[in-house]
Every structure is written in C-alpha cells, then in structure tokens.
C-alpha cells in the first residue's frame, strides 16, 4: 500500500493514551481528507468499525498494521501514523499527549485539524 499526505516537514501529532492507541504505538496526524491520498493497495485494506460504526479503522490485510483510518473525533478528515511515513520526509515531530483514556471529555479540542 502507498499513500501520500500534504503536511509540513515539521509535524505537530497527538500521542493518545489510550488502549488502543498505546499498545499500538500511533502518533496522530489528523489532516483534512483533502491533503490525503490512497495511491494503491485499496484491495489489500480491511476495515473495522466500534460501537458507533464512525471512525472506520483500516488495517493492512497482510502485515496488520495500520497507517491511516477516519478518526470519530474528525470524521471529515483522515489520521495518518505519523510512524508509517517515508523515512527523510519528516524533519521532526512536535508530539503532543492527548488524553484518549477520557476520550468522550476530550475529542472536541481535535475537530480543528481535519479543517483546511
């Protein structure tokens, strides 16, 4: 699978804390579905959703692992594994904690960043 994404060389991500996240290592970069795009590998995506059926949470069916899905807290826009991006096209990560455990109190301080 290939996918590119319009963001800066310098990231500011979110490092969420919660289960899912933690174990999985993610480091959020939620950019709008507009600076996001799937250049192959489409067919090799399975997807699973949770209780409310919004983020759409797609994983490779060969390796398992995610690198982007569409986030219930932005569901107009796309969050990318700040760790499955080409090594050299980042310059550095500003990486900031956010308390997915408390995930319901918190989600709304990320709808900004799925706007252009």
């Known amino acids: 699978m290939r996918f590119e994404v319009d963001a800066p060389a310098r990231l500011q991500v979110q490092d969420c804390n919660c289960s899912l996240c933690r174990m999985s290592g993610f480091l959020h970069l939620i950019v709008p579905a507009s600076r996001f795009r799937l250049l192959s590998g489409a067919g090799d995506l399975s997807e699973y959703t949770f209780n409310t059926g919004v983020a759409k949470h797609r994983f490779c069916r060969a390796c398992g692992v995610k ?27 500003d990486i900031e904690a956010f308390d997915g455990v408390r995930w319901e109190d918190n989600a709304g301080t990320l709808e900004h960043l799925s706007r252009i």
């Open 67 to 93: 690198s982007f899905y569409i986030p219930r807290s932005n569901p107009d826009g796309v969050d990318v594994n700040a760790r499955c991006l080409d090594p050299g096209t980042v310059e550095s990560l």
